[in-house]
Nanobody, 114 residues
Framework: VQLVESGGGLVQPGGSLRLSCAAS????????MSWHRQAPGKQRELVAA????????NYADSVKGRFTISRDNAKNTVYLEMNSLKPEDTAVYYC????????WGQGTQVTVSS
């Protein structure tokens, strides 16, 4: 199993970013996926999750209405669209797959700062 995140960067407050996570090594369409984040000095937390067929999503209260998780099973990719970004969204963002064991990507840094 391999998960590769991309799309992070530096953005001003109120801005937007779209993260991507390209998955390989398993049958992507059969598994739910999730995005998590970890800020300096804090525990890793769930940001958003999506079911295998995209019928179900859930979000952390702190990002509801601002972030959208989606997936393209034909491309083996899960996305996180982030709008109205705030400085407190600054963190390393990871995607996760539960395929028997737990697999994480290497993470992508998102920094929200003016």
């Amino acid at each position: 199993v391999q998960l590769v995140e991309s799309g992070g960067g530096l953005v001003q407050p109120g801005g937007s970013l779209r993260l991507s996570c390209a998955a390989s090594g398993f049958t992507f369409s059969r598994y739910g996926m999730s995005w998590h984040r970890q800020a300096p000095g804090k525990q890793r937390e769930l940001v958003a999750a999506i079911s295998s067929g995209s019928s179900s999503t859930n979000y952390a209260d702190s990002v509801k209405g601002r972030f959208t998780i989606s997936r393209d099973n034909a491309k083996n990719t899960v996305y996180l669209e982030m709008n109205s970004l705030k400085p407190e969204d600054t963190a390393v963002y990871y995607c996760r797959a539960l395929v028997g064991s737990t697999y994480w990507g290497q993470g992508t840094q998102v920094t929200v700062s003016s």
